[in-house]
């Protein structure tokens, strides 16, 4: 006189596997771990990237990403990123479309100086901010496609205070890293 209950519903393999979130968390979390910076992955959402996860640094002085908050693609390094992933053409569309503000005296936001900026990012695969959204905070991203399909972007955000030429290459070989076992799985 048993019957199954929804515990057992909860244990059955899902028919779809993981969702995004749940695959990129645990890259964000060791991300966060090893740099302890805020690192994020982010989805682009028209013209717009979508914090999908976010784990904040535990030092006092820090950045911190609402999830779901959208911002403009030109504002984060991971923007920056999904821009330098389109093709070109989809890139041109973003630059005749998008109406890209100033956050700070920094950013970028001359159709010619992202054109140049996209096309160092696509060289590098790293794309970076510098105090370009917020003043005082250092951003370095990088793109993520698997089988042609862009999903999104990792990225970091470093306080200047704490931002040296040393931290800097080491998180881009981490974002590297992490997108390339990302990829591979």
Not at 9 to 14: C, D, S
Not at 35 to 53: D, H, I, K, P, Q
Not at 93 to 104: G, I, V
Request: charged letters at 25%.
């Amino acid at each position: 006189r048993y019957t199954t209950g929804p515990g057992l519903a909860r244990l059955q393999a899902r028919a779809h596997g993981f969702s995004l979130a749940e695959r990129v968390a645990p890259l964000v979390r060791s991300l966060r771990v090893q740099l302890n910076e805020t690192a994020s992955f982010f989805v682009r959402v028209g013209w717009e990237v979508e914090a999908l996860v976010t784990e904040t640094s535990e030092h006092a002085l820090r950045y911190a990403v609402q999830m779901g908050t959208r911002t403009p693609l030109h504002g984060f390094a991971a923007g920056k990123a999904i821009l330098a992933a389109l093709p070109q053409a989809e890139f041109e569309t973003y630059l005749d479309e998008s109406e890209r503000r100033a956050f700070s005296p920094a950013t970028i936001t001359d159709a010619d100086a992202l054109r140049a900026e996209i096309a160092a990012i696509r060289q590098s695969g790293i794309a970076r901010t510098r105090e370009e959204h917020t003043p005082g905070i250092q951003g370095i991203g990088c793109a993520v496609s698997v089988d042609g399909e862009l999903l999104g972007a990792f990225s970091v955000a470093i306080p200047s205070v704490r931002f040296d030429v040393e931290i800097e290459r080491h998180a881009a070989e981490l974002l590297k890293r992490t997108v390339a076992l990302f990829e591979a799985a």
